[in-house]
């Protein structure tokens, strides 16, 4: 074969699921192919045989290489042709040329040199020129190398003792500064009060009495106990002559009003249907009804029904404005909670002529009968007035064009 790359390592990141992987350099043997896995700087050495598997030795394209276990996320896998530095070819004098056995030969060569060359790759080299006594060993060169790190560490370490000092000289500073400014607080205050009078702050322009300081308004009022005398200063809460607020037992509370009430637990919305009394939605969300004042039979909301079909159960209350769609024969039953005045305002829809019983309740008038079936595809509106508290008289009828 010939050798026509330089290629003679090959690197991979796991990803926990892949096993096989492409080798791109040929190799002579399977033994002359090492791997190891690296993570964070640290290298560990796989086994043939017992990690992973080569083929494709001789081959002048490279092989493969599969692993027992794919390597994980984070973990890289560096395959690497290591051919041990053997010649084991020999010569048998006056036979035939044996041009495959010589190829061969002077392919391992290539295969070892391009070995070292990558090993010499990675090593630290000096300049080419370099004299021979400036050429360390190996032991030397580490030794400097080593306390070439030492001092960097002290000196590292010295630099944070000394970023650590300058902190403390900062923070003591700030201190420093702090105590003078109280200080200065203190002295501006005492100046404030010798003569008698306060200021705001230590950068009021006036020192005044403290009647003159306090700024009444705003529903606050003041006022001088014994004047000329050992005088004190009484502030006090100004109310209106009719306030929502008002003062017992020394303590100022909301006064107790117009849809308020005030008991030993607290002030509570004042609920009711009297005069200045809150209204009270019902369980049905209902306005509750009043005397002498709109009732909830006037703020109806339509009640629609869908796809009805047999006995249809009515309430006064409930059902002022109904909307009904059958399906199939109903029959509509007396209302609940009826009483004289109330209304009911009826639609009835039906895609065929589906029949309707009517209880004895309702009554037809002179004018309208009550319909025994659907109009066809028409909608029909009815109204109904209690007339007694248990009788429900039709008082309009119209059929939808």
């Known amino acids: 074969m010939t050798i026509a790359t330089q290629t003679s390592k090959a690197a991979f990141s796991g990803n926990g699921v892949t096993t096989a992987f492409p080798l791109p350099f040929p190799f002579m043997r399977a033994g002359d192919i090492k791997v190891l896995l690296r ?16 083929a494709g030795a001789g081959s002048a394209t490279g092989g493969s290489l599969t692993l027992a276990n794919a ?3 984070g973990q890289t896998l560096v395959a690497y042709r290591a051919p041990a530095i053997v010649q084991e070819v020999d010569y048998v004098e006056n036979s035939a040329f044996p041009a495959e056995t010589h190829e061969a ?6 295969m070892i040199c391009q070995s070292l060359q990558e090993q010499i790759g990675r090593a630290v080299l000096y300049p080419v020129s370099t004299p021979d006594g400036d050429i360390l060993n190996s032991e030397a060169f580490l030794g400097a190398a080593a306390a070439s790190r030492d001092a960097a560490r002290i000196s590292e370490q010295g630099a944070a003792a000394s970023a650590g ?19 200065a607080a203190i002295v501006a205050g005492v100046a404030a009060t010798a003569d008698g009078l306060v200021k ?11 009647s003159a300081k306090l700024l009444a308004g705003n529903g606050l009022s003041e006022g001088i106990e014994n004047p000329g005398g050992v005088e004190a200063l009484r502030l006090a809460v100004a109310l209106a002559a ?12 909301i006064k107790a009003g ?3 009430a005030l008991s030993a637990s607290g002030l509570a919305a004042d609920v009711g249907t009297t005069a200045n009394k809150l209204l009270q939605l019902d369980a049905q969300g209902r306005m509750p009804a009043v005397v002498g004042a709109y009732t909830r039979q006037q703020y109806a909301v339509p009640v629609v029904l869908v796809a009805q079909s047999g006995s249809i159960a009515l309430d006064a209350d409930l059902h002022q404005d109904i909307d009904i769609t059958a399906t199939g024969a109903i029959t509509l039953g007396a209302p609940a909670n009826a009483a004289r005045g109330k209304t009911i305002f009826m639609t009835l829809y039906a895609a065929s002529a589906l029949a309707i019983a009517w209880n004895a309740a309702f009554k037809p008038n002179a004018d309208n009968a009550l319909d025994a079936t659907f109009a066809v595809g028409k909608r029909i509106f009815l109204n109904f007035r209690c007339v007694d508290g248990a009788n429900w008289l039709l008082m ?6």
């Open 242 to 253: 009719n306030p929502g607020l008002e003062f017992d037992a020394g303590l100022l509370r």
């Open 200 to 210: 705001v702050s230590s950068g009021d322009a006036m020192g005044q009495s403290l």
């Open 105 to 110: 030969a002077l392919d391992l060569l290539t």
């Open 39 to 54: 993570r964070d700087g640290f290298e560990t050495a796989l086994a043939q045989g017992q990690h992973y598997t080569v």
């Open 165 to 183: 000092k300058a902190a403390a000289s900062a923070s003591a500073a700030s201190a420093s500064a702090g105590e003078a400014a109280q200080s």
């Open 258 to 260: 117009a849809g308020l």
């Open 396 to 401: 309009g009828r119209v059929k939808e064009a």
């Open 71 to 73: 390597p994980a996320t």
